[in-house]
């Protein structure tokens, strides 16, 4: 009975902690201590309206349940329930998380979930009003920083060179250079070769006529006294042929043949008039005398 009348001092003095319109300005400890005796009055089973208060199976006297209610009052006043507080707490960060760059500088977080990229407030998470969990939900740093290897890459190909016949068919190139960009940092040489061919001019050649080598002299016109004599080629070697020019000059010579003086043989001239005759009669002779000519 003496322990009870302790009770209620203790109810008492606490109940002048508490202002009359309810605000709560009990200290930490205060309140602790309130809590304590609401412990000890549910014990008793008395009924009490606070969030979660289990009672015990006993029955309080009138002058407990008196008591007990006045401290109910005060701790309802300072929003203090049966039910405790947790403050949230961060559990251990996970792995960090890929870099968002293979080179040259990017970054990378880590949470306590690879999946969803954020620390979770679950080691305890907050409950019953408790505060949540203080500070960042993740966290951040650089990765990768080392240089960007750069992989050659082939300029523009240069103008064609001239082609290396007129017609005909014939070859032409044209080269690119390892400069757009030049490899660095231990990146790859351009791939493929530095220079391309093609072929040119593949139209085909015309052909000049060209002279055969020229035939037999003709018979001289004259045997002696100076005659003439002509002898002839062709325009097949070769024939014009794809637009090709035509033999130039004549197609047949002339030569001067057998200058030489012709040989005159003699030749008698007309007969004069008969002499007379040597004898009137009984037989006789007479002559003619002729002339030698020159032919």
Known sequence: M???????????????????????????????????????CLKKGYQSSLEGCVSGSGKPKRRQVKACTEVEKQLASCDVSCIEKVDGKYGPFGEWGTCSAACGGGSQSRTRECNNRSKI??????????????????????????????????????????CSATCGGGTQSRSKICNNPAPANGGADCSGPASETQ??????????????????????????????????????????????????GEASETQACNENVCPVNGGWSAPGEWS????????????????????
């Open 199 to 248: 072929a040119c001019n593949e139209n085909v050649c015309p052909v000049n006529g060209g002279w055969s080598a020229p035939g037999e002299w003709s018979a001289c016109s004259a045997a002696c006294g100076g005659g003439t004599q002509s002898r002839s080629k062709i325009c097949n070697s070769p024939a014009p042929a794809n637009g090709g020019a035509d033999c130039s």
């Open 2 to 40: 003496g322990k009870f009348y302790v009770f209620l001092s203790v109810v008492t003095i606490l109940g002048l902690l508490s202002e009359a319109n309810g605000a709560c300005k009990a200290p930490d400890k205060v309140i602790k201590r309130k809590k304590k005796v609401l412990a000890g």
């Open 121 to 162: 407030c679950n080691s305890p998470a907050p409950a019953n009003g408790g505060a949540d969990c203080s500070g960042e939900a993740s966290e951040t740093q650089a990765c990768n920083e080392n240089v960007c290897p750069v992989h050659g890459g082939w300029s523009a190909p240069g103008e064609w060179s001239a």
């Open 276 to 295: 007379a005759c040597s004898a009137a009669c009984g037989g006789g002779t007479q002559s003619m005398p002729a002339i030698a000519t020159i032919c």
